[in-house]
């Protein structure tokens, strides 16, 4: 058996204003930075330990893992940082607030837009000032890596082979993995791990700064899974993230 830890960062800055953020690069506020530690204190309580972190190339989930590990007093670990780990990218609607969308294209719009599994975003044009393309942390990217939109399909292209390729045989090995990423791309990996179907992942939302916990089979087949700390609020967590792409009342 195997043990696999992911995290999805903390509170961001755009989380608390309601906007679509993607590949922008946003901080944590204080109360994601205090998620973050308290996902560190009950990783801790539970006597999880770890060989090796991956995080994305994004400072909120990046800061996430630190605080974690600070709190766990693993600041030693590992860290690798992958780009295809980043959020799924927003396209044009980066930086625009989810409930004003809603307002001006309807919930059901704006549901396609958060949670279908292959109709992406509207693109930004690649002059658009939010083009990540000229970002030197993408330089050892073709142009074409760097999404000007994504759909989740898209972004588990992309978070797949890092999976094949990286974290599977990593876990094989024996390495105890915690993985500190983002809403869609862990969407991505959950989807992949539990085989949910492009309809039923629509459905899906990831609380902040919650550790989700795989026991994995040999084959990294999970046999169970259970995010830390208490059902109703992860529960409550996960439904307030479905409802920030619903227009207000
Ligand atoms: O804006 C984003 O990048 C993501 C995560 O915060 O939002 P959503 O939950 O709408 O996919």
New binding site residues.
């Given amino acids: 058996m195997h043990t696999l830890v992911l995290l999805r960062h903390g509170e961001?800055t755009?989380?608390l204003e309601n906007?679509?953020?993607?590949w922008?690069d946003v901080d944590l506020t204080p109360t994601g930075v205090t998620q973050a530690r308290d996902a560190g204190r009950l990783l801790k309580a539970e006597g999880f330990e770890f060989d090796l972190c991956y995080t994305s190339v994004l400072k909120r989930a990046i800061w996430t893992l630190w605080h974690c590990l600070d709190t766990m007093d693993r600041t030693w670990l590992p860290v690798v940082n992958r780009w295809q780990l980043n959020?799924?990218h927003?396209g044009a609607?980066?930086g625009l607030n989810?409930a004003d969308m809603a307002q001006q294209y309807g919930d059901a719009q704006v549901l396609v837009?958060?949670?279908s599994y292959d109709t992406p975003p509207p693109p930004l044009t690649a002059e658009d000032p939010r083009c990540e393309r000229s970002d030197p942390r993408y330089s050892g990217l073709s142009t074409e890596q760097v999404p000007l939109t994504e759909c989740l399909k898209d972004t588990v292209a992309r978070v797949l082979p890092l999976w094949h390729e990286e974290l599977a045989p990593q876990i094989r090995s024996g390495k105890r993995l915690l993985v500190a990423a983002?809403?869609?791309s862990m969407r991505a990996l959950v989807k992949y791990l539990d085989g949910i179907s492009d309809a039923d992942i629509v459905g899906v939302?990831?609380p902040n700064g919650i550790p989700l916990v795989y026991t994995l089979d040999v084959d990294l087949k999970p046999v169970a899974k259970r995010y830390l700390g208490d059902a109703e609020a992860v529960a409550a967590a996960a439904a307030a993230?479905a409802a920030?792409?619903q227009a207000r009342p």
Wanted: charge should be positive; proline fraction near 0%.
């Fill in positions: 961001s755009w989380n906007r679509f953020t993607g922008t959020e799924r927003y609607l980066q989810k837009w958060r949670r983002h809403g869609n939302n990831i993230v920030q792409g």
